[in-house]
């Protein structure tokens, strides 16, 4: 009798956690359709970092792209337009979120960075090259990559004020020679963009041989979309590969 | 209820057949102008390629057989001016000799064959001995249009050697002279090894093999037109430099003018294979140049902000070029004489690109994405444009991403560049875009480039 109705209370008791349960998901929709009524379309929004895993040191380029949205910000990077794309340099792993907010409501996006420390200085602290890795990462530091417009080799804005830091760190280090790689996104003839490429460069040389950097330190290179950061067939990563790239010219 | 939704999808099927056959039918009148000018209008001569005769006992036989009657087959039916009479259609006999054909059994029906090829294949003492012959079936009384005999070392690329040979000599014969194309080979990229690297095999995709291996990336091939040197672009040390290798010496050779500015991209021949046409940024900004195919005289051709790129000799008169400009925004295809001269545009918008030249010098084939743009419904295909009238055909629709069309040098086909996905193919046509297919199977083979002979 006595177990018998420990069975009995066990039972009733599984059917009510049941019962909640499968009224808990019930409700999940309900919330949004009791949600007050709002006067614009709900803003959407895209939030992506190539590379997603990095050592210390190495760039990420952030992409996000947003629509119905009146401002949009990315937590400690503040207010950003309503799509773009930027470097940064993440010393430690980071979350970076994104809200753009309009007169539809809200949308949140999230790309996440690990940031892996720099593991050789601390393995092999006598190598002689770790004062070129530090020549390095005070390269990376100063010198960002910069983005084109769809099938256009001009300098954007944000590609000048880039080539500005550049140009102060490259007069600042007079030793350093640059190697200016250009990079096209995957549609069209590889011809043709390998021509793009080599005119994207060629803009930012021509940027920076303005700003008084001596034009043979700087070599260029194209590679067209033979070698692309990023492989989807998306705006974003359309917008990542259609870049002038700096490295050091060994 | 039920039947209803079971009788559903097939009206839904009916209506899509419709629907297409009515959309093909302006397009099949518009081919006429293509069809007359590459060849391909006449009436159809309904041959027939009998299987031919083994002779001998050697055990290579069945094998060369094999490969000999597929390849002869393929050949005539590629060739785009003949009405196959199919296999399953042609008496089951293999007449080995004049004295052992009936031709009245070819002419009547269902083989109903206007011409029929026959012959006889042996192989012994490592020879490969081949008897052919054409016979016109509707003309009894003296019926040999072509008799040959071709004799090799008996192995399975010589069987396929010579098919390719023979059907040549019936595709000049009774194709108005002009000469076939079976013989000929496609230079084109191909990844396979991790690496874009300079591939060749023969014109319906057999024997595949890499030409050479230089570990970097390698692009736009072409082969001169005595089919001695290959040209191409490479990225190395000196950025990308357009180099030479002699097929004959089986080595590099110089081209000193493709070295300078690190940028040189998409080398063109000349059909006299006295100069060679390329995209240099040497001067700063991506011009077209032109240069002896010694690699002396560089010259620069055009002088214009934006891209050039990619040209293409009038191979019927050496005195103009085609090529890729962006001058004015998208690239577009444009034209001007040899020396730089008598600018012309050719295209009226969109993306167009990868010009090649017809061997006749009435047509450029291109690639045109007519409706390009960010979320733009465009596709990249591949397209003809009769040069004096400009107006145009479109010969492929709605299949992945076209690009590279190269002429073969009977001006009846084309060989281009076909992206589905990821998967990029080599795949061929008819000139008015009929009879499509892939050549290659390995989703990483790009840029093919058509042999001149």
Not at chain 1, 106 to 130: G, L
Not at chain 1, 218 to 239: D, N
Not at chain 2, 126 to 143: E, I, M, Q, T, Y
Request: hydrophobic fraction near 40%; proline fraction near 6%.
């Amino acid at each position: 009798m006595n177990s018998r109705n420990r069975v009995l209370t066990c039972l009733v008791l599984l059917a009510a956690v049941v019962g909640f349960a499968g009224c808990g998901k019930k409700k999940t929709p309900l919330t949004t359709n009791t949600a007050p009524p709002l006067s614009g379309p709900a803003p959407t929004a895209q939030l992506t970092a190539t590379p997603t895993t990095i050592t210390a040191g190495d760039q990420v380029v952030l992409s996000w792209r947003t629509a119905d949205a009146t401002s949009v910000s990315i937590d400690g990077i503040g207010d950003v337009p309503s799509s773009g794309v930027k470097t940064v340099t993440p010393a430690v792993s980071t979350s970076y979120h994104l809200v753009a907010r309009g007169d539809g409501g809200s949308a949140d996006a999230t790309a996440r960075v690990t940031v892996n420390a720099q593991q050789m200085a601390v393995a092999v602290p006598q190598d002689t090259s770790a004062s070129s890795m530090s020549a390095d990462e005070l390269f990376r530091a100063n010198v960002q990559d910069i983005f084109f417009d769809y099938d256009s080799y001009d300098v954007r804005a944000d590609g000048q004020s880039a080539l500005s830091k550049t140009a102060a760190y490259l007069a600042a280090n007079p030793g350093i020679k640059v190697l200016i790689g250009g990079y096209c996104d995957e549609r069209g003839s590889n011809e043709y963009n390998l021509t793009l490429g080599q005119s994207r460069a060629s803009s930012a040389k021509e940027a920076l041989v303005r700003a008084g950097i001596p034009s043979d330190r700087l070599r260029v290179v194209s590679y067209g979309k033979e070698k692309p950061f990023c492989a989807e067939s998306t705006e974003e990563c359309w917008q990542q590969n259609r870049r002038a790239g700096f490295t050091i010219d060994r | 209820m039920i039947a209803l939704f079971r009788l559903l999808p097939r009206s839904l099927l009916w209506i899509c057949l419709v629907l297409c056959s009515v959309s093909n039918t302006p397009v099949l009148k518009a081919q006429d102008w293509i069809r007359t000018g590459s060849g391909l209008s006449g009436q159809r001569i309904r041959l027939a390629a009998a299987d031919f005769k083994p002779v001998g006992g050697d055990p290579q036989v069945p094998v060369l057989k094999a490969s000999f009657d597929a390849t002869l087959y393929n050949d005539l039916a590629n060739a785009g001016i003949f009405d196959m009479v199919s296999k399953s259609m042609a008496p089951p006999v293999t007449p080995g000799s004049p004295q052992e054909i009936n031709l009245t059994q070819w002419a009547a029906d269902p083989a109903n064959a206007s011409m029929v090829a026959f012959g006889a294949l042996s192989a012994s003492s490592g020879r490969l001995v081949v008897n052919g012959w054409v016979f016109d079936a509707k003309n009894p009384g003296s019926p040999q249009v072509l008799g040959k005999q071709y004799n090799e070392v008996a192995n399975e690329d010589n069987a396929r050697l010579i098919a390719h040979r023979f059907a040549d000599e019936i595709i000049a014969r009774l194709g108005g002279g002009v000469n076939g194309i079976a013989e000929t080979k496609l230079y084109f990229v191909s990844a396979r090894t991790g690496t874009k690297e300079i591939w060749a095999m023969d014109y319906d995709g057999q024997n595949q093999h890499i030409v050479l291996k230089l570990g970097t990336t390698s692009m736009s091939p072409r082969i001169s037109p005595d089919n001695s040197r290959l040209a191409f672009s490479s990225i190395g040390k000196e950025g990308w430099t357009i180099r030479m290798y002699s097929l004959e010496l089986g080595r590099p050779v110089a081209f000193p003018a493709g070295v300078p500015g690190g940028s040189n991209f998409s080398p063109a021949w000349s059909a006299d294979g006295v100069k060679v046409a390329f995209s240099s940024a040497r001067s700063g900004d991506p011009e077209i140049w032109v240069a002896d195919s010694s690699g002396g005289n560089a010259r620069k051709l055009t002088a214009f902000r934006g891209p050039d790129v990619a040209p293409t000799w009038n191979p019927k008169t050496n005195s103009q070029i085609a090529w890729v400009s962006g001058r004015t925004g998208l690239p577009q295809i444009y034209i001007m004489d040899a020396d730089g001269a008598n600018i012309q545009r050719m295209t009226d918008g969109g993306y167009a690109i990868s010009p090649s030249w017809s061997p006749g010098g009435q047509f450029l084939a291109f690639s045109w994405n007519r409706k390009y743009g960010p979320g733009a419904p465009g596709g990249q295909d591949i397209y003809v444009m009769d040069i004096a009238s400009k107006r145009w055909i479109q010969l492929t629709h709605d299949a992945g991403s076209n690009d590279y069309p190269s002429w073969s040098p009977d001006g009846r086909h084309l060989v281009f560049e076909r992206a589905i996905g990821r998967s990029t193919e080599i795949w061929t046509m008819l000139a008015d875009g009929t009879e499509q297919h892939a050549l290659t199977h390995s989703g990483k083979d790009f840029m093919p480039n058509w042999s001149w002979k």
